[in-house]
Structures are given as structure tokens and as C-alpha cells.
């Protein structure tokens, strides 16, 4: 069993920052890639931002320059520094991990993380 716990979000103004972080804990072989998802209301969940093991990392187009994410493979943590919100920002945001193990490793999120831009 693999547990998610994410921290770090809340209420910021247009133009601030927030930096959101996962750990995750239990029985974890090795971590393949590491990400952020958001889910928008009504919309599919939407991949933010993902960093595998080896350090290659993908951003959505709509968060290319402001969004920066890393890891800390020794701690099986990821962060995510979001700079420059934007009201369209706002959405609960939910860490994800894919694990090894078997071919196509195994998939964990965490619980989500509310993110709210608003002056």
C-alpha cells in the first residue's frame, strides 16, 4: 500500500505564488514518474505537470514559465512551485505517482490539494 499526503495549498492572490508538495510513503518499490494533475469543473482531469525518476520533465502549454516542478527521489517527494497565478489556476490539484513493479507500473493519487486564486 502506497499513501499520497499533499500539503501546500490555500488562498492566494492573483499574481502570487504557492509551492504544493507530495510524499509518499508505504510500500514503495521504486517511482517511475511523479506529477500534478488538476481537475477542472465538468472538464476531464488535466495533467499539470510530471518529472520522472531521471530528472525529464512536461508542462502543460497553459503553465509553461510560471509552473516549476521537482523532485526528491531520496524522499519520494514532489513539489511543484506555481508563480504567477491566475484565477483560472483555481482547482483542486492532486499528486500522482506511478510506481514500478510490473510492466506499467502501479498508479496512486493522492487526495487533493485546493488551490484557490482570488483577490
Known amino acids: 500500500q502506497v499513501q499520497l499526503v499533499e500539503s501546500g495549498g490555500g488562498l492566494v492572490q492573483p499574481g502570487g505564488s504557492l509551492r504544493l508538495s507530495c510524499a509518499a510513503s508505504?510500500?514503495?518499490?521504486?517511482?517511475?514518474?511523479m506529477g500534478w494533475y488538476r481537475q477542472h469543473p465538468g472538464k476531464p482531469r488535466e495533467l499539470v505537470a510530471t518529472?520522472?525518476?531521471?530528472?525529464?520533465?512536461n508542462y502543460a502549454d497553459s503553465v509553461k514559465g510560471r509552473f516549476t516542478i521537482s523532485r526528491d527521489n531520496a524522499k519520494n517527494t514532489v513539489s511543484l512551485q506555481m508563480n504567477s497565478l491566475k484565477p483560472e489556476d483555481t482547482d483542486g490539484y492532486y499528486c500522482?505517482?506511478?510506481?514500478?513493479?510490473?510492466?506499467?507500473?502501479?498508479?496512486?493519487w493522492g487526495q487533493g490539494t485546493q488551490v484557490t486564486v482570488s483577490s
Open positions: 500522482y505517482i506511478n510506481t514500478g513493479g510490473r510492466p506499467g507500473g502501479y498508479d496512486y
Open positions: 508505504g510500500s514503495v518499490f521504486s517511482i517511475n514518474a
Open positions: 518529472i520522472t525518476s531521471g530528472g525529464r520533465t
